[in-house]
């Protein structure tokens, strides 16, 4: 499976961003798609995942309410619509596929490139 995120950028706090994940290759082994972000010096933190037959999300505490996740099965695309944009939330986002719902990065198997999300105050 192969991953490209893109979407990210610099926005203002309290602004939007709309970040895609588009996959290829080898789809069938997508049970689950997932959001995970950054920050320099961190680990790389969960944000969201997706059930991608079935469509069930997962968010992170500090996400819940501002963030959702989504996916287009057609166009084998994840999407994060992120709202209420804080200053905590810039980091490089990555887009990660595993198969079943995990919290724990080490435990995605396919990875896009990353993609920057900055928010200035």
């Known amino acids: 499976v192969q991953l490209q995120a893109y979407g990210g950028g610099l926005v203002q706090a309290g602004g939007s961003l709309r970040l895609s994940c588009a996959a290829s290759?080898?789809?069938?082994?997508?049970?689950?798609m997932g959001w995970f972000r950054q920050a320099p010096g961190k680990e790389r933190e969960f944000v969201a995942a997706?059930?991608?037959?079935?469509?069930?999300?997962y968010y992170a505490d500090s996400v819940k309410g501002r963030f959702t996740i989504s996916r287009d099965v057609a166009k084998n695309t994840v999407y994060l619509q992120m709202n209420s944009l804080k200053p905590e939330d810039t980091a490089v986002y990555y887009c990660?596929?595993?198969?079943?719902?995990?919290?724990?990065?080490?435990?995605?198997?396919?990875w896009g490139q990353g993609t920057q999300v900055t928010v200035s105050s």
């Open positions: 990660g596929s595993s198969s079943a719902i995990y919290y724990s990065a080490s435990l995605y198997d396919f």
């Open positions: 290759g080898r789809t069938f082994k997508m049970y689950v």
């Open positions: 997706i059930n991608w037959v079935v469509g069930n999300t």
